[in-house]
């Protein structure tokens, strides 16, 4: 039992990765719509790349969004609108209309009386004879009406034929005009305000109940495909008819694909899918990033990247399609540049972008933007503390995404005449959304505990807490650490390495010297030694031992582990010498593992420069009457030493690039120095 377990903690860095790499797959499979995915690409306007193309079973011919909103919009205003009528109205306002009458015209002389009352009698049967409206209704005039009249039809007509409630009076002017009694107009019109009554009131459940009813009468679907008919030839264009139907085709084979007897196998193509791109992230890793690898956070950190671009551009695929290009997909290999490099963060955005093939429309002009977009984020963005490259590069970004739709568009479209403004506004909006990479970085910076450049530059300021207690406790060292750090920083530009990191590393590299700072050379301004007091490997134990005094002060003060790791390797496993030859002098027997530092070894460009600039500015102090052939010989018989002792050989640099670092140590020695240049004679 202690056996497995003991294989299981051996193994438990594997283990992780394992279950991260499963349940990265799952999620992201969660994720994918539940739909199948047509075996055929096609676009509007563009010839039919594959072979003849027959129906593999019967379907219908859907009709497009457009064509159900026309036909929706045509049902709706052909529907009818249904008012209650109450017939009773009508002799009931004739009855009041004799009375009031009567009341107001008893001094007329007869004739006239009789012609007045008539009018007004006519006035109101063509007021009632479609009938009154109990308010004001907004439909149009040529709008069918029919009328109810205990639920059963009474009467058709048209809206413009019902009079509104205010409406009567028009008609009842027009009558006395027409009968020459005009000048009884203002006492005859106000007579009919109490008068007149609505008797039509709207049935809306009737009204409603219609339009449902034409509603539900369209069809979806216009005629039907029988199975083996040829839909397409090769080389036809895909426009028209043809493009209606293969559309159809389309979403009926996917949802058929997807249904419940082969939803479990479905679901496994994609788990193969997408375990098959990850595998080849984690592959990529192995191979060319082992440091990264071998890191499980930093693994952890990826493909946690990697899953939130894919979920947030399902969210919005989910809500809307349209706006798929809001998403700011190029923070991916931002991000992955700023903690890791170029080459990484351009690996794993292919991968997520092929990934976001499986589920975004127009899948082809989707990956083929994306993926030229993040090939010009990793090309533009070269230094992503300084603000102003960050957003060149987001115009940069935002014009290749312009350009390059502005041309698909034109090439399946033929002319730019339907082209959509708002497209761009999206673009712009998403290179807007890109710039959200700066809180981001300092964001997981805090969660994974890792460094970015802008961090490195914070680091790299000489009045930071830290560097303060340095020059104020060991002046000596902080002098030296500005030095190294200066030469380290030109030897990483002259062979491409991080140069913003060596620079903080170098900074950094002697802060263990705080704690004895009289015990190193370069801190002993009165010119006592204490290690006259000491024995040898007494004082080879204090100097050894301001590398773990270091990283023990780095890790209170919260440094980076990138930087905490060179403070454990600018020694490398290098020997005390002065020390050692001492002792040995003493004991002939001195085991020469009790002078060593313990390590380990430089592991990367950057660790294997500060081993060089470190010993070689150190040493540089002991030079008498320097000339440019002593620094020659000087840098080249220190560092020849550091190879024969193998302290590069776990470092990724070359005998071409060290020789390119040897060059530069001697310019700037010489520069130091004050030497000039020996011109031959």
């Known amino acids: 039992m202690n056996d497995l377990i003991n294989k299981w903690y051996r193994n438990h860095a594997l283990l992780y990765k394992v279950l991260l790499f499963l349940s990265t797959t799952f999620l992201i499979v969660y994720l994918f719509p539940k739909s199948g995915k047509f075996k055929y690409d096609f676009d509007k306007g563009k010839p039919w790349q594959s072979e003849s193309l027959l129906a593999p079973f019967d379907f219908a011919i859907k009709k497009s969004n457009e064509e159900i909103k026309n036909e929706r919009q045509e049902a709706s205003e052909k529907s009818a609108v249904y008012f209650d009528i109450n017939t009773l109205v009508e002799s009931s306002v004739l009855s009041d209309y004799s009375e009031k009458f009567k ?32 308010e004001d209704y907004d439909y149009l005039n040529d709008k069918n009406v029919i009328l109810l009249e205990q639920q059963t039809q009474y009467d058709e007509t048209q809206f413009s034929n019902l009079t509104k409630f205010d409406g009567f009076r028009s008609v009842i002017e027009r009558k006395l005009a027409d009968n020459g009694l005009s000048r009884f107009d203002a006492t005859f019109v106000s007579m009919f305000f109490n008068i007149i009554k609505p008797n039509l009131s709207l049935n809306a459940s009737f009204t409603q109940n219609a339009l449902n009813e034409r509603l539900e009468g369209i069809s979806s679907v216009r005629g039907r495909i029988e199975k083996g008919t040829l839909i397409i030839s090769k080389g036809e264009l895909v426009e028209g008819n043809k493009y209606d139907i293969l559309t159809s085709l389309e979403t009926e084979y996917e949802s058929q694909v997807w249904n419940e007897s082969n939803y479990n196998l479905i679901v496994f ?29 930093k693994v952890t950190f990826i493909f946690f990247n990697i899953l939130l671009m894919i979920l947030l551009t399902t969210l919005i695929i989910n809500y809307n399609s349209q706006y798929v290009y809001v998403v700011p997909l190029c923070i991916l290999p931002l991000v992955l540049k700023a903690f890791f490099d170029a080459r990484l963060g351009l690996f794993a955005h292919v991968l997520t972008v092929l990934l976001l093939g499986f589920i975004v429309p127009n899948s082809y002009e989707y990956m083929f933007l994306q993926i030229i977009a993040g090939i010009v984020t990793i090309l533009t963005v070269s230094e992503l503390y300084k603000r102003a490259n960050l957003f060149i590069s987001v115009g940069q970004i935002t014009l290749i995404y312009i350009i390059a739709y502005f041309a698909f568009f034109v090439i399946q479209e033929g002319d730019i005449t339907n082209l959509n403004p708002t497209t761009f506004g999206l673009f712009v909006l998403g290179g807007l959304a890109t710039l959200f990479v700066q809180p981001l970085i ?17 680091l790299s300021d000489t009045n930071t807490k830290l560097l303060k207690q340095l020059a104020n406790k060991a002046p000596g060292t902080f002098h030296h650490s500005l030095n190294v750090a200066n030469l380290a920083e030109a030897s990483a530009n002259e062979i491409g390495a991080n140069a913003m990191l060596i620079r903080v590393g170098a900074l950094y590299h002697d802060i263990g010297k705080m704690k004895n700072p009289t015990y190193f050379t370069e801190n002993q301004a009165t010119g006592i030694n204490p290690h006259d007091e000491l024995s040898s490997r007494e004082s080879a134990k204090i100097i050894i031992d301001h590398t773990l005094d270091g990283i023990e ?27 050692y030859r001492k002792e040995k002098e003493l004991n002939d027997d001195t085991n020469d593992a009790d002078f060593r530092y313990p390590g380990p070894q ?6 294997a420069i500060l081993m060089m600039c470190d010993s070689v500015e150190a040493a540089s102090k002991s030079l008498k009457e320097p000339t440019t052939t002593k620094i020659d010989k000087f840098v080249e018989s220190i560092i020849s030493k550091q190879m024969e002792d193998g302290q590069f050989l776990n470092a990724n640099i070359t005998f071409k690039e060290i020789q390119s670092i040897k060059k530069v140590l001697k310019t700037k020695l010489a520069n130091i120095f004050h030497l000039r240049i020996e011109y031959p004679e």
């Open 103 to 134: 009341a107001s015209f008893n001094d007329s002389i007869v004739r006239t009386h009789r012609n007045l009352y008539s009018v007004g009698e006519s006035a109101i049967l063509d007021i009632y004879e479609f009938g009154v409206l109990d």
């Open 269 to 297: 193509a994609y788990a193969l899918l997408v375990a098959l791109a990850l595998l080849m992230l984690l592959l990529f890793l192995r191979k060319y990033r082992m440091d990264v690898f071998l890191d499980n956070t």
């Open 442 to 458: 300092y964001i997981y910076e805090k969660l994974f505990g890792l460094v970015s450049d802008v961090s490195l530059l914070e």
């Open 553 to 579: 002060i780095a890790k209170k003060h919260n440094l980076p582990d990138r930087v905490i790791d060179f403070i454990r390797t600018h020694h490398g496993t290098s020997l005390v010498y002065y020390f």
């Open 602 to 607: 430089p592991f990367s460009k950057e660790t």
